[in-house]
């Protein structure tokens, strides 16, 4: 890769902890130049296939490189420094390949928040009608809240929510949102960060700093940490819940070679009514 694309890398990779502004003008080009140099030592040919590769844009090197989410907290050899794309990203790529390839028909789309990777994916498919939404207009095809969509009932065979929820402060009624306008039979995935070593979810409202946010729920702009009991609160909202093993049931050496979130993918479905 070029430089400007190494410096790109090293910007994107360090943007959250950046934004902070707890630094002065030569440290963030100290942190900057220290991040081109990681991107430029990740993308070295790997001297055999003990390297890692993006099964986005089929990059290949020794590792990929670390996410900062500021105020301390890094996600370790995460991000793919050609196409950004994050564990979640190259984990979905297998899990709607499963989904999306068997389709017998044309299925529309909902997609929230649309990350650029994941969109590349959707539209790839032949089967996909697609839609991107998010509140902010400039960042999808169409703004939405998702705790008040405009959508009618059963507008959409698929709604791919990845990585919104633990930004939304009524969960509950974005959740309850994502059933209505899904049809019967329709799937959705509603992926979220999850601390599998809490049984419950953690919340408090009273945390708003974004340095104790992101001690608390890992990013400074969530306003939870979802635990073991999410699937059940997707239940709740009247999802029937499949725990699939997609990724575990592609090894551990393809897992660890692709950089994947090693975690069950949580399909979730709206029973047909009853005749």
């Known amino acids: 890769m070029d430089l400007k694309r190494l410096v790109r890398a090293s910007s994107y990779a360090?943007?959250?902890?950046?934004?902070?502004?707890?630094?002065?003008?030569?440290?963030?080009?100290?942190?900057?130049?220290?991040?081109?140099?990681?991107?430029?030592?990740?993308?070295?040919?790997p001297k055999s296939d003990?390297?890692?590769?993006?099964?986005?844009?089929?990059?290949?090197?020794?590792?990929?490189?670390?996410f900062h989410t500021g105020y301390g907290h890094v996600y370790r050899d995460s991000v793919c420094p050609s196409c950004f794309s994050h564990p979640r990203h190259r984990s979905y790529a297998f899990v709607m390949e499963e989904i999306f390839s068997r389709a017998t028909r044309s299925l529309k789309v909902l997609h929230f928040a649309p990350e650029p990777q994941i969109t590349r994916l959707l539209r790839g498919q032949p089967s996909v009608e697609y839609l991107s939404v998010d509140i902010d207009p400039l960042r999808a095809m169409r703004r939405e809240d998702i705790c008040n969509l405009s959508f009618k009932d059963n507008s959409f065979d698929a709604i791919v929510c990845i990585h919104v929820l633990e930004h939304i402060d009524d969960?509950?009624?974005?959740?309850?949102?994502?059933?209505?306008?899904?049809?019967?039979?329709?799937?959705?995935?509603?992926?979220?960060?999850?601390?599998?070593?809490?049984?419950?979810?953690?919340?408090?409202p009273s945390i708003t700093s974004p340095e104790e946010r992101t001690k608390a729920f890992w990013q400074w702009d969530h306003v939870r940490l979802y635990g073991r009991d999410y699937p059940n609160k997707l239940r709740a909202a009247g999802f029937v819940v499949e725990e699939k093993q997609y990724i575990q049931n592609l090894g551990a050496n393809r897992a660890q070679r692709f950089g994947l979130e090693v975690m069950p993918s949580f399909v979730c479905t709206k029973r047909a009514a009853a005749d």
């Open 171 to 204: 969960d509950k009624r974005a959740m309850s949102e994502l059933y209505r306008v899904l049809t019967p039979n329709g799937v959705a995935l509603l992926d979220v960060p999850i601390d599998w070593s809490r049984e419950r979810t953690y919340e408090d």
């Open 14 to 45: 360090n943007y959250n902890r950046l934004s902070t502004r707890r630094y002065s003008k030569l440290s963030t080009a100290a942190i900057i130049a220290a991040g081109t140099l990681e991107a430029w030592s990740s993308a070295a040919k």
């Open 50 to 66: 003990a390297g890692v590769e993006c099964n986005i844009c089929h990059w290949r090197g020794r590792r990929f490189i670390d």
